[in-house]
Nanobody
Framework: QVQLVESGGGLVQAGGSLRLSCAAS????????MAWFRQVPGKERELVAA????????YYMDSVKGRFTISRDNAKNAVYLQMNSLKPEDTAVYYC?????????????????WGQGTQVTVSS
């Protein structure tokens, strides 16, 4: 049973930083792509960033490019999202996700396993 547990969310002022962590268990972590999604009430979940199995390939949504960095540590079964220069519009519940692919995907349906989410609130 794959389990994903996010941590690191919280309340931060605009311009600040947060680092989200996702601890994975239940299978060989290093064999699969990982991703971070976010969702605000009333809106669809959107892909923020994704990383392939080795960490050699990444994807970012346009609005976070240059501010967010996704990384992974396969030895620790963990994936991270470093968020800098945060804006109020980054406020959302952030979810860690994984699927059955080695390569990263921008399609949410490719991600079969999800964490419980962690709230990020950016005040203006």
């Amino acid at each position: 049973q794959v389990q994903l547990v996010e941590s690191g969310g919280g309340l931060v002022q605009a311009g600040g930083s947060l680092r989200l962590s996702c601890a994975a268990s239940g299978r060989t972590f290093g064999n699969y792509a990982m991703a971070w999604f976010r969702q605000v009430p009333g809106k669809e979940r959107e892909l923020v960033a994704a990383i392939n199995w080795s960490g050699g390939s990444t994807y970012y949504m346009d609005s976070v490019k240059g501010r967010f960095t996704i990384s992974r540590d396969n030895a620790k079964n963990a994936v991270y999202l470093q968020m800098n220069s945060l804006k109020p519009e980054d406020t959302a519940v952030y979810y860690c996700a994984t699927g059955l692919l080695l390569r990263l995907s921008v399609a949410s349906q490719e991600y079969n396993y999800w964490g419980q989410g962690t709230q990020v609130t950016v005040s203006s």
